[in-house]
C-alpha cells in the first residue's frame, strides 16, 4: 500500500479521515480585493509547479497581475512568491478583476473551460463531453487525477456589472460526496456542500478543469531558429470557429485581445458569395476601458499571433480589402504589421508595415540605425548614411525615408534605433501629406521595385509578405512584399529590400541597446492602428479580412546566408 508520505511527493491524492485532498496544496491569499483571479491562479500555478518534473519556480500573484495588466506595476518591491498581505507592497492602481482562465491557458494548464447553464458542452482544449453543472464524480476525478478545479461564482451584479469570485476545489468527502474542501483567496480552505456553496455565494457561472502543463523546451532550443521544424511555423487562422477566452476571441493561430485593443470593435463574421470574412474596426469611444495597447494616443483592433525568436524566416498571406466609407484623411492606419524590437526585447517596433494614407495603399519597413553610423562634429549629428532629402534625383541609389530617430548621451538615453523607409507606394506615388514626413534619405536598405501597390483599396487584394529578418547584430535581412491579383490569379513582386531589419542584440553587454542576443522577439498583427486624431471623425474605419496564413520561408533564410557571405 502507498505510504502518505509517497503520495504526497507523487502529487497522488491524499486520504486522511474521509477526506480526499490534493497534497500539500498550498493556497495564495488574496492582496488586494479584486485579486481574487491572481491568487488562484498563484495557487495552482505553485500546486503544478511542486509537482512537475523537474519542479518549477513558484510565482506570486503579482507576477499574474502584471502579465495581464502590463504597464502598471503591481508590486512596489520585487516580484517573488511572498506574502503580499503582510509585505504591504502591492500597487492599489493595479487592483484590477482579471481573467483566471486567460493565466491558466498561457501557462498550458486549462483543459476546459465549461459554461454552469446545465448543459452538455464539448470542452476546446480536451475535445470531451462535460455537464455544465457542479458534477461530484467529474471533481472527483480530477482530484483523484491530482489536479484541483477552478469556479467562478457570481456574487452580485452592480450598476449592471457582474461581480464574480474564483474558488480553488482541493478535495472532497469520501464518503458522501457532498462535502468539499475549497480554497477561498479571501478567506482561506472552507469545508462546505454544493448547497452551502451556493449560498455563502451565489450561483455558479463556470468551472475551470487543470492539468499539469508539459515540458518547457530549454532556452537554447527556443532561441536557436535552425532548431525549429518548419511545418509546426505553419498555421491558418479560422475565423469560423472562434473561441472566447474572457473577454478575448481566439481564432486558434492569432487572438483578439480585448484590453489591448482601445476603441476596437469585437471582430465579426461575415458571409458573402467568395465565404467568410472577419470585419475589424475602429471607431471613438467604441471601448474605453482598455488598459494596455496605448490607449490615451492610439485606437485599435488587432488580431495577433505568439512571438517567436527574432531571424525565424516565415512568410504571411492574407486578403483585405477596406470597408466602404473607410474615412480619407492626412493619417495613417496601419493594417498589417510585423514587429521587432529595435531598442527592446519585446517586439516593440514594426519591422514592415502595410498602411492606408488617405485612402491609399502604403508599405514601409524599418532599418537599424546607431550611433556608430554617425560622427558628431561641432555639436551636430553628421550621418554619412541618413541624409536630408532634396529630390527624387538626389536621392541617387538611396531611399526615400523618415529618421524619426533620438540620440541621448547615454546608452540608457536611447530612445528610436531605427529609419522608417518608404518600401512602396501606388501609382500615384508618396500621398500629399507624407511630403513633410519622409525628408530623408537613406542607402541603410536597399530596394528593388517591381508593381506599384494596387490602387483600389476596396477590391480584394491578397498580400505576401516574406521576411528573414537580422538574426545576428550587424547582418542584413531580406524582405519580400508580393500581391495576387484577384482577376488572374497571378503573383507580382512589389519590392524586395535588404538592410538591417531588428535589432539581434550587440554581443558586448557594455554597448548592447538592444534586447539580449538570441532573446529577440518577433511577431505579426492585422487589424487597422491608427493615432487619436481628431481628424479621423466619427466614423469608424474597418477593414475586412480573410485567408490569413504563414509557413517557413526557406529561400529567405537562404537569401540571408548568402547576404552574410558578401
Known sequence: MT????????????????????????????????????????????????????????????FFVDRQFRGI????????????????????????????????????????????????????????????GFDALEIKAAIDGGCPIALRLLLRVENGQPISHFLVIVGYDLASLDFFKIWD???????????????????????????????????NVLNDTNKQSPTSLDY?????????????VNYGAMTFLRNNNPNGLVPTLHFDGDGPWLRLGVVKDAFTGATAGSPDINDRCELRDEKIPLGTALWYSFDIRAEDGF?????????????????????????????????????????????????????????SHVTPYQ?????????????????????????ELQVRVLLATDRGGLPAHLENEFLSCTDLVHVHHGHPLPDNIFTWWRFIVRVAPTRVKDEDGVLELAIVDP???????????????????????ASNTGP??????????????????????????AIQVRNIKRGYWARGAELREHLAKR
Not at 391 to 415: E, P, T
Not at 490 to 509: K, M, Q, S, W, Y
Request: charged share 20%.
Open 391 to 415: 529630390s527624387a534625383d538626389l536621392c541617387q541609389d538611396a531611399i526615400r525615408a523618415f529618421d524619426h530617430h533620438i540620440f541621448g548621451n547615454s546608452k540608457a538615453d536611447f530612445k
Open 236 to 248: 491558418e487562422v479560422d475565423i469560423t470557429h472562434p473561441t472566447a477566452i474572457g473577454d478575448d
Open 487 to 509: 482577376t488572374d490569379g497571378v503573383e507580382r513582386l512589389i519590392a524586395r529590400a535588404t538592410g538591417e531589419f531588428g535589432h539581434a542584440g550587440d554581443l558586448n553587454p
Open 73 to 132: 506595476g503591481a508590486c512596489f518591491k520585487e516580484n517573488t512568491p511572498g506574502d503580499c498581505t503582510t509585505r504591504r507592497c502591492f500597487n492599489p492602481a493595479a487592483n484590477k478583476p482579471g481573467h483566471l482562465n486567460y493565466e491558466l491557458q498561457l501557462d498550458g494548464l486549462l483543459t476546459a473551460q465549461i459554461n454552469c447553464d446545465g448543459t452538455d458542452q464539448m470542452g476546446h482544449w480536451d475535445l470531451k463531453l462535460h455537464h455544465g
Open 185 to 219: 483567496p479571501n478567506r482561506g480552505f472552507r469545508y462546505l456542500s454544493l448547497e452551502e456553496l451556493v449560498f455563502s455565494y451565489g450561483p455558479l457561472e463556470q468551472k475551470y478543469l487543470t492539468q499539469q502543463s508539459p515540458p518547457r523546451p530549454s532556452p
Open 3 to 62: 505510504s502518505l508520505a509517497a503520495e504526497a511527493r507523487s502529487g497522488s491524492p491524499a486520504v486522511a479521515s474521509g477526506l480526499v485532498e490534493l497534497p500539500n496544496f498550498v493556497g495564495v491569499r488574496q492582496a488586494q480585493s479584486e485579486w481574487c483571479w491572481a491568487a488562484a491562479a498563484a495557487s495552482i500555478y505553485n500546486y503544478f509547479a511542486v509537482h512537475a518534473e523537474p519542479p518549477r519556480d513558484k510565482r506570486s500573484q503579482c
Open 516 to 541: 539580449v542576443p538570441g532573446q529577440g522577439l518577433q511577431y505579426f498583427k492585422i487589424g487597422p492602428y491608427r493615432d487619436k486624431w481628431k481628424i479621423w471623425g466619427a466614423a469608424p474605419a
Open 327 to 383: 474615412p480619407a484623411v492626412d493619417a495613417r492606419c496601419v493594417c498589417a504589421q510585423i514587429k521587432a524590437p529595435y531598442y527592446d526585447a519585446d517586439g516593440g517596433s514594426p519591422l514592415f508595415a502595410l498602411r492606408i494614407d488617405r485612402g491609399r495603399y502604403v508599405a514601409t519597413v524599418e532599418h537599424l540605425y546607431e550611433t556608430k553610423d554617425v560622427t558628431f562634429v561641432g555639436g551636430s549629428e553628421i550621418s
